[in-house]
């Protein structure tokens, strides 16, 4: 039975490998059925890990901001990969993609500044983006287009970084599991 509770350390783990893994097959083997495994993959276990940490009631705070590292190798990964397959898709969303990167910079400073760690709030607005992140690559890995779902991946990025930077910004010490900038305003006025 010991090891069923080391399945959502395993499937997060699991996670941030598979972004290595993605590409070097863009550099090396670029083959799509594979690549969209390795997506569909990492999509659902960035699913379950969660899903199965809070069944077994071992969904620490560590284990919650090793996924929001996992993710961030894996999805980190993946944007390499698709800047060596499909330049020209990251190039034709160059002023959005150079606005999330600059929110994500932005974002992780100050939460090293504030709080001396990476913020974990695993936000509606973040799980939303994580479902148009897989959609994106998805659509981009295995037909070859990024059209309006990997456009809308990168909307929902900048979305979603401005909340967590405004949740950053409202509550007084860190905190994870935030799900919404109305919750980290309750969180405030609970503490003053």
């Not at 069923?4 to 395993?10: A, M, N, Q």
């Not at 290595?20 to 083959?31: D, R, T, W």
């Not at 939303?128 to 059209?147: E, H, T």
């Amino acid at each position: 039975m010991y090891w069923i509770k080391k399945v959502p350390l395993l499937l997060t783990l699991m996670r941030a490998l598979l972004g290595p893994v993605v590409l070097f097959l863009a550099l090396f083997f670029p083959q799509k059925l594979i690549l969209a495994s390795c997506l569909i993959v990492a999509f659902l276990s960035d699913v379950f890990d969660g899903i199965i940490a809070r069944k077994l009631d071992i969904a620490t705070q560590g284990l919650r901001r090793l996924d929001s590292i996992a993710d961030s190798i894996f999805y980190i990964c993946a944007a390499s990969a698709a800047w060596i397959l499909y330049p020209a898709t990251i190039i034709n969303n160059s002023t959005p993609l150079i606005i999330l990167v600059l929110l994500e910079i932005i974002r992780y400073s100050y939460d090293y500044y504030k709080f001396h760690c990476e913020a974990s709030y695993h936000m509606w607005s973040s799980k939303l983006w994580g479902i148009f992140l897989f959609l994106g690559f998805f659509s981009l890995f295995s037909f070859g287009q990024g059209g309006l779902l990997f456009s809308l991946a990168i909307y929902m990025g900048i979305i979603a970084d401005i909340e967590g930077l405004l949740i950053s910004m409202i509550i007084p010490k860190w905190k994870n599991d935030i799900p919404s900038i109305f919750h980290a305003i309750r969180e405030r006025d609970s503490q003053a």
